[in-house]
């Protein structure tokens, strides 16, 4: 079975850090683009990352540029998502998922709150 | 960065009805990248439709998906119980990568 697994999410001081990650299993992502995604409260959805199946190349919603570092162990088979300088505006549930229509996974998603 | 407009904001439908979902791109969507996902509550979202026409796999066929360059369409032929949700598009096509605000299909 496709599963994909995200952690590392909670409360964190606004200017704060956290690393999120996405452990994948019943596939290996060695083969795909992994995406990050994520939801505020009651809001719509929102792409913020991805990486190439490699690693060699990566992408980031403006809004996170310069502030969150996406990456990947595929003899991990795990993805991951670095985020420093956290603004309240970060607030959301973080999904990590394979938008390629073989795999077509989301995790259930990791709340990173940010507040004082 | 491409805009994805759908449009209702809310579908107020009973089962068995047949349901249209609109998604207006502010530009072409390159090579027809447009899919759409269904998210219940506490769920995260599922893929229905990619390319534009392709069913997921698993997804029963009262789901199609139809348009091209910057209208594209959901139909759901007839509403089942389970299908009450709020749908998204997404266009994968350019960057950034991005969704519509959602339609909430609503048991009327």
């Known amino acids: 079975e496709v599963q994909l697994v995200e952690s590392g999410g909670g409360l964190v001081q606004p200017g704060g850090s956290l690393r999120l990650s996405c452990a994948a299993s019943?596939?290996?992502?060695?083969?795909?683009?992994m995406h990050w995604v994520r939801q505020a409260p009651g809001k719509g959805l929102v792409w913020v990352s991805r990486?190439?199946?490699?690693?060699?190349?990566?992408d980031y919603a403006d809004a996170v540029k310069g502030r969150f570092t996406i990456s990947r162990d595929n003899a991990k088979n795990t993805l991951y998502l670095q985020m420093i300088s956290l603004r309240a505006e970060d607030t959301a549930v973080y999904y990590c998922?394979?938008?390629?229509?073989?795999?077509?996974?989301w995790g259930h998603g990791t709340l990173v709150s940010v507040s004082s | 960065e491409i805009v994805l407009t759908q449009s209702p904001g809310t579908l107020s439908l009973s089962p068995g009805e047949r349901a249209t979902l609109s998604c207006r791109a502010s530009?072409?969507?390159?090579?027809?990248?447009l899919a759409w996902y269904q998210q219940k509550p506490g769920q995260a979202p599922r893929l229905l439709i990619y390319d534009t026409f392709s069913r997921a796999t698993g997804i029963p066929d009262r789901f199609s998906g139809s348009g091209s360059e910057t209208d594209f369409t959901l139909t759901i032929s007839r509403l089942e119980p389970e299908d009450f949700a709020v749908y998204y598009c997404?266009?994968?096509?350019?960057?950034?990568?991005?969704f519509g605000g959602g339609t909430k299909v609503e048991i009327k």
């Open positions: 998922a394979v938008f390629h229509a073989a795999v077509a996974a």
């Open positions: 530009q072409s969507v390159t090579s027809s990248y």
């Open positions: 997404q266009q994968y096509g350019s960057l950034p990568l991005t």
């Open positions: 990486i190439k199946s490699d690693g060699s190349i990566t």
């Open positions: 019943g596939f290996t992502i060695s083969t795909y683009w």
